[in-house]
T-cell receptor, first 120, second 113 residues
Framework: NAGVTQTPKFQVLKTGQSMTLQCAQD?????MSWYRQDPGMGLRLIHY???????DQGEVPNGYNVSRSTTEDFPLRLLSAAPSQTSVYFC???????????????????FGPGTRLTVL | DQQVKQNSPSLSVQEGRISILNCDYT??????FLWYKKYPAEGPTFLIS?????DKNEDGRFTVFLNKSAKHLSLHIVPSQPGDSAVYFC????????????FGTGTLLAVQP
């Protein structure tokens, strides 16, 4: 199992350019999410999906689009890149079910290695 | 407004001693809490979690304590090892939410040999 994979690892864009960050998982997880990590800010949820064809907005969705046509893939599109979108982007996946500590394992998310994006 | 706070940006501990990482939250509707560990240039990896119906969960060297009245949780690592050196994030799930986690800003733990 490769787990959660992300491409590219690094990307430099000019302001106004568009691009797609790829994310794929081979664990047959229902749920997938995109986060961005900025210094001093922790990880913030951009968009998430609870299944193929179903997506919803997180805390910081502006400037990003997502779609989920298959269980495996969850691409993140930057429509018109801005310097404020310079960040490290993480994709995550999880599945439903109960954990031994009483919660649901939809909350135990498995992360990809990240894409470091710089917008000039 | 930061709903999950890790007020210590960094912590340094000697190998073999206890590491205690702290996390405070403001939303009483959080019902599940997790700790993630992150090495440089890698994604966060799940470490340990606790449901709001419990006050302690243990997994090997790692124990998480939850004090709901104080809205505080802590991660204890005993004994600390140099390989534990990483950034630790706490995260919380709002009750009734699916697939949504609110993360703290992280604490960089350095375990000195």
């Amino acid at each position: 199992n490769a787990g959660v994979t992300q491409t590219p690892k690094f990307q430099v864009l000019k302001t106004g350019q568009s691009m797609t960050l790829q994310c794929a998982q081979d664990m047959n997880h229902e749920y997938m999410s995109w986060y961005r990590q900025d210094p001093g800010m922790g990880l913030r949820l951009i968009h998430y999906s609870v299944g193929a064809g179903i997506t919803d907005q997180g805390e910081v969705p502006n400037g990003y689009n997502v779609s989920r046509s298959t269980t495996e893939d969850f691409p993140l599109r930057l429509l018109s890149a801005a310097p404020s979108q310079t960040s490290v982007y993480f994709c995550a996946s999880s599945y439903s079910g109960l954990t031994t500590s009483g919660g649901t394992s939809t909350d135990t998310q498995y992360f990809g290695p990240g894409t470091r994006l710089t917008v000039l | 407004d930061q709903q999950v706070k890790q007020n210590s940006p960094s912590l340094s501990v000697q190998e073999g001693r206890i590491s205690i990482l702290n996390c405070d939250y403001t939303n009483s509707m959080f019902d599940y809490f997790l700790w993630y560990k992150k090495y440089p240039a890698e994604g966060p990896t799940f470490l340990i979690s606790i449901s709001s119906i419990k006050d302690k969960n243990e997994d090997g060297r790692f124990t998480v304590f939850l004090n709901k009245s104080a809205k505080h949780l802590s991660l204890h690592i005993v004994p600390s090892q140099p390989g534990d050196s990483a950034v630790y994030f706490c995260a919380a799930k709002p009750g009734g939410a699916t697939n949504k986690l609110i993360f703290g800003t992280g604490t960089l733990l350095a375990v000195q040999p």
